[in-house]
């Protein structure tokens, strides 16, 4: 009995052991996973947990496929989401803010596809099963977002927009890093899409719910058509 109690003491430990290792080294394992869906690499710098509710991740950055000449697609400061971490437990989760700060979006054209109908066809290619699990984000903030462009001429544009808000997001049901990733990253782009003039072909679906959406007074503007 003595030797079993020690075999699960020291079993104990190890499992003990390897949850700090994986905590600590939380920021390589959502970088890993997030690579593996988008066939490209990503990297989270920092990754932290607050007794506040709240994530926070720090410089992000997610490479261009290797045909598209810019070296990144999507390069941000912070990323942070406030949710009580219950939350995260249960079916329907309910995120009350998240905020990304400091974004440089890049678009570029290819043979007529743009890097990004690339990159969010892996990521919708990367779904695992169906879940009846999904996730309302009731305020997604991005602050200070520069846009770059080379378009099908060739020539490169740009445009900064100091916030833009939206509110009620609900995500399709999934595995949550992805569908809140897919989330994201289809609203912005859909929310820019005029601007941009991209041919908006992924995520559909998730656009079917009414968005509200604060451009700071430039909603219907569109510096690249002057």
Known sequence: MKRLLGILSVLLVLVFLIAIVAFAKMELILSYMLTDKFKTKVVVEDLTFSPMNQIKAEAISIRNPEAYSSPYALQLDTLEIQADYQNYLKEVI?????????????????????????????????????????????????????????????????????????????????????????AILTQLIFNIKNMINIPLKMGQDLLNAPVDTTWDGIKSLNPFNK
């Open 94 to 182: 309910y995120i009350d803010t998240i905020e990304i700060r400091n974004i440089t979006l890049s678009v570029e054209y290819l043979n007529n596809v743009t890097n990004w109908e690339a990159l969010m066809n892996q990521l919708d290619s990367s779904e695992e099963g169906d879940s009846n699990s999904y996730a309302v984000i009731r305020e997604l903030t991005f602050r200070n977002l520069k846009i770059t462009i080379i378009g099908k001429d060739g020539k490169l544009k740009s445009q900064t927009i100091p916030t833009l808000t939206l509110t009620n997001i609900k995500t399709k049901g999934g595995e949550l890093t992805r569908r809140l990733t897919q």
